[in-house]
């Protein structure tokens, strides 16, 4: 059963969905899941690529840091509006917006950058309702009741099974994923797995695994509760969701989308691979859990009983 406020999630996700800067588009995760790094507070790069489009909420600091490297010339290879978006001032010392064009609703300071930056007094992309949006997804997506995967030999952690077919949901303590040195994710080609991560963690590194012929673009590391996530030296494939999370990003490389609270780090993100070193487009297109959301019509009188404190719920289904 889903919690009262899983259902006034939904509810705040149906009444959401207007306008183009928050539109499903071919990412589940909207348009969010079309950039390699979406981020709704501070961003600060460096020595570093993130072979998809970035849009940052608040200040972005750059430094040695490439943007949008696309196996095709126009950033039509990109479905968003621009490849690179800051809400607030932008300071980049040497890099490359290699595709399509980049707005900042601030002050823009560059030096030894290429491609095309401006200033802009009305922003593509509302960061605060997306992020609305995207933490009612997180908190969609986690039942404590699905099964916690604890360690193997004190190192390893497995994730589903390699003959699985559709939709798996774990969960896993943040303490368990710091404590781990091996990832293993499993699934037929074509299934989604659904990592739930409860906590914090101090440190993810380590090795990866994927077995059973599943894809970065159907793997969601969903961090739902996490304020800080700390990444050092590991390939990761699949999408990480933190809404709530400071991301530090040392060193690495992910295959999917990261959004977060704010980023820091010289981590790589990996959307498009095409343009650099080959390979499949990684954003986020797997299933996602989704609660029973009522009638249109309903979803005022679920607000309604929120504020009276009514026990509503609502049944979680996996489609």
Known sequence: MLHLRGLIAAAVLVLATSGTSRARADSMLGIAGNYGEFIFGSSTRSNSDSRGPVAV????????????????????????????????????????????????GGTITDSGVGGSITHTSTLPIDFSAVKTDLVAISTAQFN?????????????LTFGSSSATGLQVFNVLGSEMSGASEF????KAGSTVIINVD????????????????????????FVNATSVNINGIGIDGTVLATKASVTFNSGQLNGS??????TGGGETHIDQGGISGGADTRFTGQLVTPAVPEPASVVMLGSAAVFGLGLAARRRRD
Do not use: M, Q
């Open 57 to 104: 909420g608040g200040d972005a600091t750059f430094s040695s840091f490439g943007i949008a490297h696309s196996s095709n010339s126009s950033s039509s290879s990109f479905p968003v509006p621009n490849t690179l978006v800051v809400g607030g001032n932008l300071k980049w010392t040497n890099g490359e917006l290699a595709t399509g064009t980049g707005v900042v």
């Open 184 to 187: 293993h994710v499993n699934g």
């Open 199 to 222: 906590g914090n963690v101090s440190n993810w590194t380590g090795g990866f695994f994927l077995d059973g012929g599943i894809t970065s673009s159907h793997i969601l590391w969903n």
């Open 144 to 156: 404590a009741s699905d099964p916690y995967v604890t360690r193997e030999y004190n190192y390893k």
């Open 258 to 263: 990261l959004i977060a609270d704010s980023l």
